[in-house]
């Protein structure tokens, strides 16, 4: 199975930076797209950010200009650079990574734990 490993998380003021990590481990698995999203209570799971295997990266209207998406691929482990956080930033950020098993083809979705986020005003 692929395994997740998050780190980053915390509290920082307005206006803040935090860099969230998340480590995929996995020797059997071709890692495909990672992502990241974040959830509030209440409200629906939304993503962040993704990237490709080849560095393409899609941004949440609301993260662009601020949020910087970058994997390295050899590790393989992705990393969320956060600047000029706001109190709407505060949630639960999960990792999220699409998989292939190297030799049966199958594909397969993969969910960290969550790291929680909170940025005070």
């Known amino acids: 199975q692929v395994q997740l490993v998050e780190s980053g998380g915390g509290l920082v003021q307005a206006g803040g930076s935090l860099r969230l990590s998340c480590a995929a481990s996995?020797?059997?698995?071709?890692?495909?797209?990672m992502g990241w999203y974040r959830q509030t209570p209440g409200k629906q799971r939304e993503l962040v950010a993704d990237?490709?295997?080849?560095?393409?990266?899609n941004y949440a209207d609301s993260v662009k200009g601020r949020f910087t998406i970058s994997r390295d691929n050899a590790k393989p482990t992705m990393f969320l650079q956060m600047n000029s956080l706001n109190p709407e930033d505060t949630a639960v950020y999960y990792c999220?990574?699409?998989?292939?098993?190297?030799?049966?083809?199958?594909?397969?979705?993969?969910w960290g734990q969550g790291t929680q986020v909170t940025v005070s005003s």
């Open positions: 996995g020797s059997t698995f071709s890692i495909n797209t």
């Open positions: 999220n990574v699409h998989a292939t098993r190297v030799l049966t083809r199958h594909n397969l979705e993969v």
């Open positions: 990237i490709t295997r080849g560095g393409s990266s």
